[in-house]
């Protein structure tokens, strides 16, 4: 590192690449710099922010040549507000960057060569698709309450009128409860509200007398209407849910003898969908009001060859009730931290033929199916969505098949959960 370069010093630097998590990479004396809200093209001046042993982070402080994939943000708040990365990107080019970081994942994490990609499928929306929002609240002052997201930093809260990635009945309703608090109409206290949108499904509380008794949403999915609890997991992105699904059922290859796991199963969104493919299916989910859910939404859909237990996978795996079974396919949509070691220990221990892996983080996705295709399971495809469309995050749909005879538990490369 040239020993001249000190936190404070603007150096101008080309953009060559924008790493995952979003940040851009340039080159400042033999050492990498990442700056946020960049993109490869970009000839900015940079300031510097910290420097580490291997690698500089820096601010733009002005921009000498603009990347030619570089377009205006919509939102007022870009830059600031730490919800979106990408708005500064053309959207065909936040595909094609979505599209190598995957690739990129699974050759560097996975260990995969040529890893079996298909092109990235675009959100028909790129803007106001998300079909929930949580705001933060700073209620302290009644005069001046402030509401909206966390900043770039994720220590400070951005106050907002309006967001450019919701659904615009959740800006509507968002609106409202905001001029109800400036104005002392609503008395709301705590430090956060969730808002759900009318569009995609009924986005007003509900509870049904017996058989729910917290809030509850509708989400209409392919015809269907399900219910989530309103603090409750769904997909975000409201025009790619059904696209998520069909894929999701038509990778699983199912056939109607097939018995099937759902692990992290939620509301019951892939176990509904699933279910009229295979001879059983079991959900395992550890989230309370969920499990209910999905047990209602079951019973309205008179779905027989379905259950749900509910606590954490490693959990359920162990019981009897499981063990017993034999299972053809694994369905995987774990939280962005993926898979512990445990679960995919018991996953390689089934008989199960089939995996589909459902992740919003490509990074941990691939760390795990390394360690199943170290013991026996092949990666047939990896099928990217663009789920989060003005951000860094991706969705990725992942089959395997076990090969013939293999379960084996043997120890191969050293992989860090």
């Known amino acids: 590192m040239n020993c001249q370069i000190k936190v404070g010093d603007i150096v101008k630097t080309t953009i060559h690449t924008v790493a995952f998590g979003g940040d851009g990479i340039g080159r400042i004396d033999n050492m990498v710099v990442f700056v946020p809200f960049t993109v490869d093209g970009d000839v900015v001046d940079v300031e510097i922010k910290k420097i580490r042993k291997n690698y500089l982070r820096g601010e733009i402080k002005s921009i000498s040549s603009p990347s030619p994939e570089r377009t205006d943000?919509?939102?007022?708040?870009y830059s600031r507000c730490g919800g979106c990365q990408y708005?500064?990107?053309s959207y065909e080019h936040q595909l094609r960057i979505k599209e190598r970081q995957v690739m990129e994942s699974f050759e560097r994490i996975g260990k995969i060569v040529s890893p079996p990609m298909k092109a990235i499928i675009p959100s028909p929306r790129t803007f106001n698709y998300r079909g929930k929002a949580e705001y933060h609240l700073k209620l302290s002052d009644p005069g001046q309450p402030h509401t909206g997201f966390m900043d770039t930093g994720g220590g400070k809260l951005v106050d907002i009128e309006r967001c450019e990635i919701v659904d615009e009945s959740i800006n509507h309703t968002y609106h409202q409860?905001?001029?109800?608090l400036i104005s002392g109409n609503n008395t709301f206290q705590g430090d956060r509200r969730t808002f759900w949108s009318e569009t995609g499904g009924n986005g007003k509380y509900e509870t049904e007398n017996d058989l729910i008794e917290f809030k509850s949403v509708w989400r209409t999915v392919k015809?269907?209407?399900?219910?989530?609890p309103c603090e409750g997991f769904f997909q975000a992105n409201i025009s790619l849910v059904d696209i998520l699904v069909e894929y999701v059922i038509n990778m699983s290859d199912l056939t109607y003898s097939d018995v099937a796991v759902d692990c992290y199963c939620g509301s019951g969104l892939f176990s509904l969908f699933l279910s009229p493919h295979?001879?059983?299916?079991?959900?395992?989910?550890?989230?309370?009001?969920?499990?209910?859910?999905?047990?209602?939404?079951?019973?309205?859909?008179?779905?027989?060859n379905t259950q749900v237990f509910e606590g954490r996978v490693e959990e359920i795996f162990k019981k009897e009730y499981i063990k017993e079974k034999s299972m053809d396919v694994v369905l995987l949509d774990p939280p962005r931290i993926g898979c512990t070691k445990e679960v995919l220990d018991r996953i390689i221990e089934m008989e199960a033929t089939r995996v589909i892996y459902v992740s919003c983080n490509p990074a941990t996705q691939a760390r795990d199916i390394r360690y199943l295709n170290d013991r026996g399971f092949s990666l047939l495809e990896l099928q990217p969505i663009d789920m989060f469309p003005q951000t860094k995050h991706i969705e990725v749909i992942a089959s395997l098949a076990r090969a013939s005879g293999s379960n084996s538990l043997r120890p191969l490369h050293n992989v860090s959960f």
């Open 87 to 89: 708005q500064h990107i």
């Open 278 to 304: 295979v001879r059983q299916i079991y959900g395992i989910e550890i989230d309370h009001e969920a499990v209910r859910c999905a047990r209602v939404n079951f019973q309205n859909y008179n779905v027989t």
């Open 223 to 228: 015809g269907k209407s399900l219910r989530v």
């Open 73 to 77: 943000p919509k939102c007022p708040y």
């Open 177 to 180: 409860f905001r001029k109800d």
